[in-house]
């Protein structure tokens, strides 16, 4: 394998740092919120690696959304690790903090899928002509969810679906009555029972007890880079001991080895391993 001078540099001088970082008498200490599921889950099993880089993690799982980067912006922790980059920057917006919080580490990817407790395929789904379907309610992923269900021929837009579009600005295909029902992303496991079908978030959908391979009706293209799931800092912080070490234990194969053992290919790594 060819590696580049400038490659050769940057490793030389990550391993230096580590080292000199490793030399540190007491552990860093890194507080970082996590979706409960699948995130967390990895975060307890890397706990023992963590201790041999002397780094200690401090995990505290949450499920609501809006709770971490807040919580990162007010030095309450020091990383999260839930969100994918685009809700990163409509929530940087939201709090006038665009450059303050940054992408770390791009960990993996759970696809968005369409469950339904009361139908068991998609063109069952298709032959009703009337449907009841909820979507998650933040931006990013109702446009997420609307793409998908324009990818699978339930709605159609005039507009190309982007960040402004809403429910409202769809209608069912093939003169379908669609009722397009945005909430909160926790809830929409719960709303099976009283809807049609639900576009849900991969985690949610596996912590509800869904496969998604299996279980869903149509999964999103894996193909979807920017969903990628990604550990986020401050932007002050990038450079310390503490999130170097970080770096490294994400890129150790434990993280690979995690996911393919219990998720059999419903999540899929992203995070690069060491350079070589």
Same mark, same amino acid.
């Given at each position: 394998m060819k590696i580049t001078w400038l490659r050769l540099r940057r490793v030389i001088s990550l391993t230096l740092f580590?080292?000199?970082?490793?030399?540190?008498?007491?552990? #860093?200490?890194?507080?970082?919120?996590?979706?409960?599921?699948?995130?967390?889950?990895?975060? &307890?099993?890397? $706990?023992?690696?963590?201790?041999?880089?002397?780094?200690?993690?401090? @995990?505290?799982?949450?499920? #609501? &959304?809006r709770i971490p980067n807040r919580l990162l912006l007010d030095k309450q922790i020091e990383a999260n690790y839930f969100q994918h980059e685009a809700f990163l920057q409509d929530e940087c917006r939201r709090y006038g903090s665009l450059g303050k919080l940054v992408p770390f580490i791009k960990v993996?990817?759970?696809? *968005?899928?369409? &469950?339904?407790? +009361?139908?068991?395929?998609?063109?069952?789904?298709?032959?009703?002509? +009337? @449907? /009841?379907?909820?979507?998650?309610?933040?931006? /990013?992923?109702? $446009?997420?969810?609307?793409?998908?269900?324009?990818?699978? $021929?339930? @709605?159609?837009?005039?507009?190309?679906? #982007?960040?402004?579009?809403?429910?409202?600005?769809?209608?069912?295909?093939?003169?379908?009555?669609?009722?397009?029902?945005?909430?909160?992303?926790?809830?929409? *496991?719960?709303?099976?029972?009283?809807? #049609?079908?639900?576009? @849900?978030?991969?985690?949610?959908?596996i912590a509800g007890g869904f496969s998604p391979k299996v279980d869903s009706l149509c999964l999103e293209n894996l193909d979807m880079s920017k969903y990628t799931n990604i550990v986020v800092i401050r932007d002050e912080d990038l450079n310390t001991c503490a999130m170097l070490k970080l770096k490294k234990l994400f890129q150790s194969s434990a993280v690979k080895n995690f996911f393919d053992l219990k998720y059999q290919g419903n999540i899929i790594t992203i995070v690069e391993e060491n350079e070589k």
């Amino acid at each position: 394998m060819k590696i580049t001078w400038l490659r050769l540099r940057r490793v030389i001088s990550l391993t230096l740092f580590l080292t000199s970082c490793q030399k540190q008498e007491s552990e #860093d200490v890194i507080r970082i919120a996590a979706s409960p599921i699948p995130h967390a889950e990895l975060l &307890y099993t890397l $706990q023992g690696e963590a201790k041999t880089l002397g780094l200690k993690l401090k @995990i505290l799982p949450i499920d #609501d &959304y809006r709770i971490p980067n807040r919580l990162l912006l007010d030095k309450q922790i020091e990383a999260n690790y839930f969100q994918h980059e685009a809700f990163l920057q409509d929530e940087c917006r939201r709090y006038g903090s665009l450059g303050k919080l940054v992408p770390f580490i791009k960990v993996h990817l759970e696809p *968005m899928g369409i &469950y339904s407790k +009361k139908f068991s395929s998609l063109q069952e789904l298709k032959n009703k002509r +009337k @449907i /009841t379907i909820t979507i998650p309610v933040d931006c /990013t992923n109702a $446009q997420r969810a609307l793409q998908l269900l324009e990818e699978c $021929q339930l @709605i159609i837009s005039k507009q190309p679906i #982007d960040l402004n579009t809403t429910s409202r600005d769809v209608c069912g295909k093939d003169n379908r009555n669609i009722t397009i029902v945005e909430v909160a992303a926790p809830l929409l *496991m719960g709303s099976l029972s009283d809807t #049609d079908a639900a576009v @849900i978030p991969g985690h949610f959908a596996i912590a509800g007890g869904f496969s998604p391979k299996v279980d869903s009706l149509c999964l999103e293209n894996l193909d979807m880079s920017k969903y990628t799931n990604i550990v986020v800092i401050r932007d002050e912080d990038l450079n310390t001991c503490a999130m170097l070490k970080l770096k490294k234990l994400f890129q150790s194969s434990a993280v690979k080895n995690f996911f393919d053992l219990k998720y059999q290919g419903n999540i899929i790594t992203i995070v690069e391993e060491n350079e070589k």
